[in-house]
């Protein structure tokens, strides 16, 4: 439910290291704390006295600080190890989580004898995406509003041994827990797929959210709705403000950090896992995009379908066309293909149309405003690297108006209605992540131009999740196996 519009986003960051010092000192902050992505997505992070990092012209800024980069998922080999962060300025806030007064702020990764960025970060990666749609003459600029869903838990319990193997989830609004003893038990609990929109008390996690929505506010995350999705068990949407690629994929690793810690205060578990319940809707991260070109949306028409201009439409015949080798990056696990499957409210489909949200690609029809007009991309999962998903995505849209890729006719009826005969006829997503990896080995092109994605990157990516998540879950014994062949 983003809403793409030309209002300036709320913005409450420093701009240089001056104005870090001056927030440093206004908010009497004894720590800071440096944070960056390591390659599969997740923060790492470690902290200094903030004395060391006052000086405007100190070391820090001019030279950044060194760690082991050898420790880092898919950073650098023991023998190559050191590396340097160098802090953004325009990233830095006030830490909402820590109990010392800390500055959080989000650092470039360089390599400190070519003193380059190293070409592994995936924020780096970020950046000369939009350095290169800009030297691409296409647009100025793009905005991006992605919509991330997530479930708060109240248990989770998993492990995974030679001799054992499972999970527990546990929701005190899980609708399997009706029947339990809570002495007493009140019973409002959402029914399966059935979490969209209930006011309390059915929806119990109403005050959570609008804690989690002030809270990303006060440190510059601008939030414009929350509200319970659709599954039973705590599923949950809060939408922020679109924003350019790079500061949208800061924002959405804010966000993460702020739900996780928020649900871990009331004693949950917030997780950004696709597929988390079996037979219930899982999570998705529709992306809302669009490009400008001197304060011009280059994606409307208002003599268009679904007021789509002929760009517009050709950036979505690249989505269309690269779509597997995009969700090797925005769908990276082997449970996001869990969630891709019909019946679930997934768009498994590689169509587009006006409003019908079991497409790939859907337009919003909730305003004729020029300003608003937007695509949604909506296989994407939360489980994304947002650096790399967002970066695929606009080297897709950026090759389709390239080369003017027609995406073909709209599809605007129920998919899941069609014939066998009509339905086969329809590509769909990747059925696995080996199937995407497959897709994006085989289709970087359209992600090396102007050396945005490099080989190395796109190589180890495919070696680490090969390595990591797809021989990781081939080698154990899956806990349905026992069921369906222990008796065998």
Same mark, same amino acid.
């Given at each position: 439910m983003s809403t793409l519009v030309t209002k300036k986003a709320e !913005?409450?960051?420093? %701009? !240089? *290291?001056? @104005?870090?010092a001056k927030l440093i000192e206004k908010n009497n902050i004894q720590v800071v704390d440096f944070k960056f992505n390591d390659l599969p997505g997740?923060?790492?992070?470690f902290s +200094? =006295?903030? /004395?060391?990092?006052m000086d405007p012209e100190g070391d820090i800024w001019a030279e950044g600080i060194g760690f082991d980069g050898s420790? +880092? &998922?898919g950073f650098q080999k023991i023998h190559e190890s050191d590396m340097i962060l160098r802090p953004d300025p325009i990233s830095a806030f006030v830490d909402p989580v820590a109990q010392a007064p800390t500055l959080s702020i989000i650092c470039d990764v360089y390599d400190p004898i070519t003193k380059k960025p190293y070409s592994r970060d995936p924020r780096y990666v970020a950046r000369k995406a939009e350095e290169h749609l800009k030297s691409s003459k296409v647009a100025d600029l793009s905005y991006w509003g992605p919509e991330a869903e997530f479930f708060i838990f109240n248990d989770i319990r998993f492990d995974q041994t030679e001799n054992s193997g499972y999970y527990f989830i546990d929701s005190n609004e899980g609708a399997w827990n009706t029947g339990r003893d809570e002495k007493p038990n009140l019973g409002y609990k959402p029914r399966y797929k059935e979490g969209y #929109? *209930?006011? *309390? =008390?059915? /929806?119990t996690l109403q005050d959570i959210r609008s804690e989690i929505m002030l809270t990303l506010r006060k440190v510059g995350v601008p939030v414009e709705?929350?509200?319970h999705e659709v599954a039973t068990a705590g599923q949950c949407e809060i939408d922020i403000r679109y924003n350019t690629l790079t500061r949208m994929c800061d924002h959405l690793l804010v966000y993460k950090y702020v739900i996780k810690n928020t649900a871990r205060k009331y004693n949950m578990t917030a997780t950004f896992m696709p597929k988390p319940l079996f037979k219930d809707n899982g999570s998705g991260m529709h992306v809302h995009q669009s490009l400008w070109k001197g304060g011009k949306n280059l994606f409307f028409d208002k003599k268009g379908y679904a007021l789509l201009s002929d760009t517009a439409k050709y950036y979505i015949g690249g989505l269309l066309k690269h779509s597997h080798a995009i969700l090797a990056f925005a769908a990276p696990t082997t449970n996001s293909y869990k969630r891709l499957v019909p019946g679930y409210e997934a768009p498994v489909n590689l169509v587009y149309s006006q409003r019908n949200r079991s497409a790939a690609v859907r337009i919003p029809m909730y305003s004729a405003s020029e300003k608003s %007009? &937007?695509? @949604? #991309? &909506?296989? $994407? /999962? $939360?489980?994304c690297n947002p650096y790399l998903a967002l970066s695929a995505m606009l080297m897709a849209g950026l090759d389709g108006i390239k080369h003017k890729i027609d995406p073909g006719e709209p599809m605007d009826k129920n998919i899941y209605a069609l014939s066998a005969q009509e339905a086969k006829k329809i590509k769909t997503v990747p059925r696995s992540l080996e199937q995407a990896l497959e897709a994006l080995d085989g289709d970087r092109k359209f992600l090396t131009e102007g050396g945005v994605f490099t080989d190395d990157v796109i190589d180890?990516? +495919? @070696?680490? %999740?090969?390595e990591v998540d797809i021989d990781g879950v081939r080698l154990r014994p899956h806990p349905h196996e026992f069921y369906l062949y222990y008796d065998v």
């Amino acid at each position: 439910m983003s809403t793409l519009v030309t209002k300036k986003a709320e !913005n409450h960051s420093p %701009k !240089n *290291p001056q @104005e870090v010092a001056k927030l440093i000192e206004k908010n009497n902050i004894q720590v800071v704390d440096f944070k960056f992505n390591d390659l599969p997505g997740l923060w790492q992070h470690f902290s +200094i =006295p903030a /004395d060391d990092f006052m000086d405007p012209e100190g070391d820090i800024w001019a030279e950044g600080i060194g760690f082991d980069g050898s420790s +880092i &998922r898919g950073f650098q080999k023991i023998h190559e190890s050191d590396m340097i962060l160098r802090p953004d300025p325009i990233s830095a806030f006030v830490d909402p989580v820590a109990q010392a007064p800390t500055l959080s702020i989000i650092c470039d990764v360089y390599d400190p004898i070519t003193k380059k960025p190293y070409s592994r970060d995936p924020r780096y990666v970020a950046r000369k995406a939009e350095e290169h749609l800009k030297s691409s003459k296409v647009a100025d600029l793009s905005y991006w509003g992605p919509e991330a869903e997530f479930f708060i838990f109240n248990d989770i319990r998993f492990d995974q041994t030679e001799n054992s193997g499972y999970y527990f989830i546990d929701s005190n609004e899980g609708a399997w827990n009706t029947g339990r003893d809570e002495k007493p038990n009140l019973g409002y609990k959402p029914r399966y797929k059935e979490g969209y #929109f *209930p006011v *309390p =008390p059915h /929806d119990t996690l109403q005050d959570i959210r609008s804690e989690i929505m002030l809270t990303l506010r006060k440190v510059g995350v601008p939030v414009e709705v929350h509200h319970h999705e659709v599954a039973t068990a705590g599923q949950c949407e809060i939408d922020i403000r679109y924003n350019t690629l790079t500061r949208m994929c800061d924002h959405l690793l804010v966000y993460k950090y702020v739900i996780k810690n928020t649900a871990r205060k009331y004693n949950m578990t917030a997780t950004f896992m696709p597929k988390p319940l079996f037979k219930d809707n899982g999570s998705g991260m529709h992306v809302h995009q669009s490009l400008w070109k001197g304060g011009k949306n280059l994606f409307f028409d208002k003599k268009g379908y679904a007021l789509l201009s002929d760009t517009a439409k050709y950036y979505i015949g690249g989505l269309l066309k690269h779509s597997h080798a995009i969700l090797a990056f925005a769908a990276p696990t082997t449970n996001s293909y869990k969630r891709l499957v019909p019946g679930y409210e997934a768009p498994v489909n590689l169509v587009y149309s006006q409003r019908n949200r079991s497409a790939a690609v859907r337009i919003p029809m909730y305003s004729a405003s020029e300003k608003s %007009k &937007r695509l @949604e #991309f &909506r296989p $994407p /999962d $939360p489980s994304c690297n947002p650096y790399l998903a967002l970066s695929a995505m606009l080297m897709a849209g950026l090759d389709g108006i390239k080369h003017k890729i027609d995406p073909g006719e709209p599809m605007d009826k129920n998919i899941y209605a069609l014939s066998a005969q009509e339905a086969k006829k329809i590509k769909t997503v990747p059925r696995s992540l080996e199937q995407a990896l497959e897709a994006l080995d085989g289709d970087r092109k359209f992600l090396t131009e102007g050396g945005v994605f490099t080989d190395d990157v796109i190589d180890t990516w +495919i @070696e680490y %999740k090969h390595e990591v998540d797809i021989d990781g879950v081939r080698l154990r014994p899956h806990p349905h196996e026992f069921y369906l062949y222990y008796d065998v």
